[in-house]
């Protein structure tokens, strides 16, 4: 676990960063939110709601979410799961057209380095009341 005393994680639209999923437990420091930092080297920065097409995709790029690893504290998961993913996974998935749903609510800004964000909000399942912020 990291120390977050003082620090406020923002989502990709500039507000602070909501929980991604507690059921199962998600996030790279597994409390929930897709927060990140230099000990998150694969950048676990997008709040996916993952299908079958995108964890069937995931494991035949050889990242296998299925199966549970319980040394990890990962439980496997099913479509429908709320996970925070890495950007270059999901920008994969993208690409070949088996992205997953994004929560950008849940969605931490650093993503924006490596995914635009009119790229996430074509997958947003939550799009803000005033989507004036989702320009590319």
Excluded at 14 to 20: A, F, I, M, S, Y
Excluded at 61 to 89: E, K
Aim: charge should be negative; hydrophobic fraction near 35%; include cysteine.
């Amino acid at each position: 676990m990291r120390n977050t005393a003082g620090m406020v994680d923002r989502n990709v639209l500039g507000e602070p960063l909501e929980p991604c999923g507690t059921d199962p437990l998600t996030g790279f420091y597994r409390d929930g939110c897709c927060a990140s930092g230099p000990d998150d080297p694969g950048s676990h920065t997008i709040c996916a709601v993952v299908t079958a097409e995108f964890l069937d995709h995931q494991r035949r790029i050889g990242n296998d979410l299925t199966t549970p690893a319980p040394r990890y504290g990962f439980p496997g998961l099913v479509p429908g799961d709320r996970w925070c993913v890495t950007a270059a996974n999901w920008l994969r998935a993208h690409v070949d057209g088996a992205a997953s749903h994004v929560v950008l609510a849940s969605t931490n800004e650093l993503v924006l380095e490596i995914v635009p964000l009119g790229v996430l909000a074509q997958h947003a399942v939550d799009v803000p009341d005033s989507p004036s912020g989702l320009g590319t």
